[in-house]
DNA sequence: ACAGTGACTGAACGCGTGTTTAGTATCGTG
DNA sequence: CACGATACTAAACACGCGTTCAGTCACTGT
């Protein structure tokens, strides 16, 4: 049984242990996940023999960046939307959004995660398609979001757009590693007008596109099989 | 000039060369641009020797994968706008879709091209931002698409929307190499109706997110593009 | 004082990578 | 036929990778 009883908990962040950890998030949000554990390694001063001593091995070191940043994005969270299915505060929302500077290291990281996709991606995508969705519903009760004919697709349409726009910006554009909140901001310059302008007005001005695609792809019935088979056209 | 034969593979009348490039292709397509060369040679069923004998390097194989996908991309294009600078035709726009099987590797290779980022990714959203900035034009002067406080920015936008969402959706669930068609029309079923909606109808109710995002990012008084910030050290 | 334990390192190992080399078969052309 | 160029391969090479190993150091409990 391992007990740190030299160093209080908080103290913990500053061990090697720690260091290598934050150093990993580091280069793995700047080069992906296959910069170099060398790299790592020298990034936090220590041999590469000590990162495996502490985690194991590489997988491990990418797994512990992966809890690292589940508690902070859990941690940033909890001032939002409070407790567990709580409702989002949209002040809140946007002094989250002005620490970026705070924040920047661990969202490139998830774009990584996102642009590598794997067990992880997935999990974080369905927790955020479940809020979005309690979001939009929470506006369409409230009157400020338009119903739509399949929520469930909706809400995860508009994760998977809003996140691969930022996944392929930073593929394409790659943040400079010293300035990580520029990234965030330069995005937010670049396109926050297009995107509030598209998602109130909408583009198209006639629903002929829209009618042939809802004849094409029907939204799912009911789940429950009381309805006849055949849906409005 | 090549004829076709009742080979066991279609592949067997090419010539080692292009055998070689369709496998890397298809080898890229599948696993991303880090598949091992000795992989795609025995793929093409040659020695990984043959494969730098015939390009040079890894490199030289990855640049003739890009050509190749490049000249797919113009003959596939050219019956949907003709001559350089025409009008999309979207009865014949319906048509390339359906035929997505016989385009189900070069959309997969692109995919993995966006992903990767690089100068030809850059490139080629810049041609598609192009592109979809003088069909909204054409659009708005129709009546047919909704005017904007900046087509420049709305036109890169919706680019990077639609691409991030297919790189994203692709990351998380990776098509089956065998179907790759699937992977369209699996995409497809699942967001074609809420994007129809999207952007037809639009997703908020009321303007004041809109405002707020005008009044904090507003829209260039003057028509001149901005650059993407070069930020590399 | 003294074993014990964990932090830590330099050097090496095994492996997979892209690439090179030397050599063989095959083809086109004088 | 002769010969040069091309297609092609087996084997080896050089290198970077994650990982292992043997050993040193510092600290801790008995």
Redesign the interface.
């Known amino acids: 049984m391992i007990v740190r009883s030299a160093t209080p908990s908080d103290d913990a962040d500053l061990t090697a242990r720690a260091r290598i950890r934050d150093a990993a998030l580091a280069r793995f949000a700047a080069d992906g996940f ?1 910069a170099p554990l060398r790299a790592i390694a020298a990034d936090a001063g220590v041999s590469p023999a000590l990162v495996i001593h502490h985690f194991g091995s590489k997988d491990g070191l990418r797994h512990a960046c992966d809890e690292q940043v589940r508690r902070i994005v859990a941690e940033g969270k909890e001032p939002v939307y409070g407790a567990p299915g709580g409702h989002p505060d949209r002040a809140d929302m946007f002094a989250l959004l002005a620490d970026v500077e705070r924040y920047g290291v661990p969202t490139l990281y998830l774009l990584r995660v ?4 794997g067990d992880l ?2 999990e974080l ?1 369905d927790d955020m398609v479940e809020l979005t969705r309690t979001t939009l519903a929470d ?1 369409v009760a409230s ?4 119903p ?3 929520e469930d ?2 809400a ?3 994760v ?10 930073q ?9 990580t909140g ?1 990234f965030i901001r ?1 995005y ?20 002929t ?2 009618d042939a ?2 004849a ?4 799912p019935t009911d789940p429950t099989p009381t309805d006849p088979p055949r849906t409005r056209t």
């Open positions: 296959g996102f642009q590598a996709g991606a997935r995508v506006g009157g400020a979001v338009r739509s004919r399949d697709a909706r995860r349409y508009l998977m757009l809003t996140l691969g726009a930022l996944v392929v910006d593929a394409l554009h790659p943040a400079d590693p010293g300035d520029g330069g937010m310059a670049r396109y926050a007008l297009p995107s509030a302008e598209v998602f109130t007005e909408g583009l198209l001005l006639d629903a596109m829209l695609v809802a094409t792809w029907p939204a």
